[in-house]
């Protein structure tokens, strides 16, 4: 049997569209052995709705390494323990294609490199930054380019406590794009810039102090509020609670606040608040950054059909 472990992710942090991602240490567990044909399993999120065929998106991802190789994979059975929300904005299509890469890999003997299997994710995912995240873990700065994915690590002090409201509401990452404006002004893009590179900055010099400018959005989350019309005040609120810096998660519908330890509970208790007030159903959860990105364990290679 072969196991994968592969982290939710955060995306955008705020300013960094498309380029700025993190990894949480909550995430989906999968594994794989022989079967006579290919069978999924899907327990947790998504257990009611995931293919459990070979359209399930992990074995997908793990036959677009195949491919690249010029063959066929084995079927297999794919027990899928998912813990990671659905159309969330954490990365859920992330985790399912890290885990098939990583799979699917090592199912061939690891001729790939993660820089290689970072180029299939991303092509898989349209973007970089999720994959980026999951595969590597840590905060990551990522951008696409002709030559290939470019990417960074960046070494956070005094990292802070995350807590994350999730609503039941989902947002469809599709639909989230499509509310984007096609132009965005001058001024709107100088605002996106320094604030990302200040946010890099606070985060790698432990200025909590910082987050709070660091996390603010000119290009992305005002649109995308109206699918989430709480979205300003669940902000407001975990702000006054005391949190350093809050974000829309990804593509939403989760909102994300970056907390020292001590305030950790009153920005839980204010989403909480807030939400309920806001007819907002859903939950708060707590999470740290993870530093360790996917990884698959079990040694088992079956080379490729042709």
Same mark, same amino acid.
């Given at each position: 049997?072969?196991?994968?472990?592969?982290?939710?992710?955060?995306?955008?942090?705020?300013?960094?569209?498309?380029?700025?991602?993190?990894?949480?240490?909550?995430?989906?567990?999968?594994?794989?052995?022989?079967?006579?044909?290919?069978?999924?399993?899907?327990?947790?999120?998504?257990?009611?709705?995931?293919?459990?065929?070979?359209?399930?998106?992990?074995?997908?991802?793990?036959?677009?390494?195949?491919?690249?190789?010029?063959?066929?994979?084995?079927?297999?059975?794919?027990?899928?323990?998912?813990?990671?929300?659905?159309?969330?904005?954490?990365?859920?299509?992330?985790?399912?294609?890290?885990?098939?890469?990583?799979?699917?890999?090592?199912?061939?003997?690891?001729?790939?490199?993660?820089?290689?299997?970072?180029?299939? /994710?991303?092509?898989?995912? &349209?973007?970089?930054?999720? !994959?980026? $995240?999951?595969?590597?873990? #840590?905060?990551?700065?990522? *951008? +696409?380019?002709?030559?290939?994915?470019?990417?960074?690590?960046?070494?956070?002090?005094?990292?802070?406590?995350?807590?994350?409201?999730?609503?039941?509401?989902?947002?469809?990452?599709?639909?989230?794009?499509?509310?984007?404006?096609?132009?965005?002004?001058?001024?709107?893009?100088?605002?996106?810039?320094?604030?990302?590179?200040?946010?890099?900055?606070?985060?790698?010099?432990?200025?909590?102090?910082?987050?709070?400018?660091?996390?603010?959005?000119?290009?992305?989350?005002?649109?995308?509020?109206?699918?989430?019309?709480?979205?300003?005040?669940?902000?407001?609120?975990?702000?006054?609670?005391?949190?350093? /810096?809050?974000?829309?998660? &990804?593509?939403?519908?989760? !909102?994300? $606040?970056?907390?020292?330890? #001590?305030?950790?509970?009153? *920005? +839980?208790?204010?989403?909480?608040?807030?939400?309920?007030?806001?007819?907002?159903?859903?939950?708060?959860?707590?999470?740290?950054?993870?530093?360790?990105?996917?990884?698959?364990?079990?040694?088992?290679?079956?080379?490729?059909?042709?």
């Amino acid at each position: 049997m072969l196991t994968v472990r592969a982290p939710a992710t955060s995306a955008n942090l705020g300013p960094g569209f498309d380029c700025l991602s993190l990894a949480l240490d909550l995430g989906n567990v999968i594994r794989a052995e022989p079967s006579p044909t290919v069978m999924v399993e899907v327990v947790g999120e998504g257990a009611d709705e995931l293919p459990t065929d070979a359209s399930n998106e992990v074995y997908r991802a793990l036959s677009r390494v195949f491919e690249a190789r010029g063959g066929l994979p084995p079927p297999l059975r794919l027990r899928c323990e998912n813990a990671v929300p659905l159309a969330r904005g954490f990365g859920s299509s992330s985790a399912a294609r890290a885990s098939g890469l990583l799979l699917g890999n090592r199912l061939l003997g690891d001729p790939f490199s993660v820089d290689e299997l970072l180029e299939l /994710g991303a092509r898989m995912e &349209g973007h970089p930054d999720n !994959i980026v $995240a999951c595969l590597l873990g #840590g905060v990551r700065v990522s *951008v +696409a380019t002709d030559r290939g994915i470019r990417h960074c690590s960046v070494a956070v002090q005094s990292p802070p406590c995350l807590v994350l409201y999730v609503p039941d509401v989902r947002m469809d990452t599709r639909r989230a794009r499509e509310l984007l404006p096609r132009e965005v002004s001058l001024e709107a893009a100088v605002y996106n810039i320094g604030r990302a590179a200040l946010l890099v900055a606070a985060l790698a010099n432990g200025r909590t102090d910082l987050l709070r400018t660091a996390t603010e959005d000119a290009l992305h989350q005002l649109p995308r509020s109206r699918m989430l019309p709480a979205m300003p005040r669940l902000f407001a609120a975990a702000l006054e609670a005391g949190a350093y /810096g809050t974000f829309l998660s &990804g593509a939403g519908s989760s !909102i994300l $606040a970056m907390t020292g330890e #001590g305030e950790a509970q009153a *920005v +839980a208790d204010a989403f909480a608040a807030t939400a309920a007030h806001e007819g907002v159903s859903g939950r708060v959860l707590r999470a740290c950054i993870a530093e360790q990105g996917a990884v698959v364990s079990g040694q088992w290679a079956v080379g490729s059909r042709q």
